[in-house]
């Protein structure tokens, strides 16, 4: 059974960095055709995507975010990390981990989805 | 790259038929075929419903289906039910190897 399991901070102070973990079961960021990445959703607003990594640790980032955004992996201990920096609190959002595998339904959609973490940045 | 446009709201009474379209460019939802449908309940993560335009997965009901023409993709619903009353987003997949969804749309069924 495949899960994704978001952790990390639940406020952060506006100018800090927010550094989010998603952790996996049941999949492989080393297995061939497998990426994984984050996806946030404002309250009461519409989803939008953030970073995705890649097993051969290819990255994209959204072009609007990509100058505060860092994603990282460790696949020894299964986790993918993402790092936002210079917080404010537009950014207050559920933040979701993602996956996407060629190999199943392809590199277009996210087929797995984390039950998301709530980030509110605020002084 | 913009979001892609899609209603805010719809609405239909059970047994009905309905349809979400998403409007977006020959950069995006016009370029591939790579639109794909997501449900979200309150509360709730999005759940994958189309992938490639008219694809369904594995579990998701045939009364869900997609298609495409030019650069605005739909998703149908047929058949309504009080369970798919929720918020559904369309989302494109672009040759830069990124993501963009659309703004999200209410469904009611009346």
């Known amino acids: 059974q495949i899960t994704l399991k978001e952790s990390g901070p639940t406020l952060v102070k506006p100018t800090q960095t927010l550094t989010l973990t998603c952790t996996l079961s049941g999949l492989s960021l080393s297995t061939s055709g497998v990426g994984v990445g984050w996806v946030r959703q404002p309250p009461g607003k519409a989803l939008e995507w953030l970073a995705h990594?890649?097993?051969?640790?290819?990255?994209s980032y959204s072009p609007s975010l990509k100058s505060r955004l860092t994603i990282t992996r460790d696949t020894s201990k299964k986790q993918v990390v993402l790092r936002m920096t210079n917080m404010d609190p537009v950014d207050t959002a559920t933040y979701f981990c993602?996956?996407?595998?060629?190999?199943?339904?392809?590199?277009?959609?996210?087929?797995?989805w984390g039950q998301g973490t709530l980030v509110t940045v605020s002084s | 790259q913009s979001a892609l446009t899609q209603p805010a709201s719809v609405s239909g009474y059970p047994g009905q038929s309905i349809t979400i379209s998403c409007t977006g460019t020959s950069s995006d939802v016009g370029g591939h075929n790579y639109v794909s449908w997501y449900q979200q309940h309150p509360g709730k993560a999005p759940q994958l419903m189309i992938y490639?335009?008219?694809n369904r997965p594995s579990g998701v009901s045939n009364r869900f289906s997609g298609s495409k023409s030019g650069n605005t993709a739909s998703l149908t619903i047929s058949g309504l039910q009080a369970e798919d009353e929720t918020d559904y987003y369309c989302s494109s997949y672009m040759s830069s190897g990124t993501w963009v969804f659309g703004g999200g749309t209410k469904l009611t069924v009346l």
């Open positions: 490639d335009v008219t």
């Open positions: 993602v996956r996407t595998s060629y190999y199943d339904l392809g590199n277009s959609c996210f087929d797995y």
């Open positions: 990594i890649y097993w051969d640790d290819d990255k």
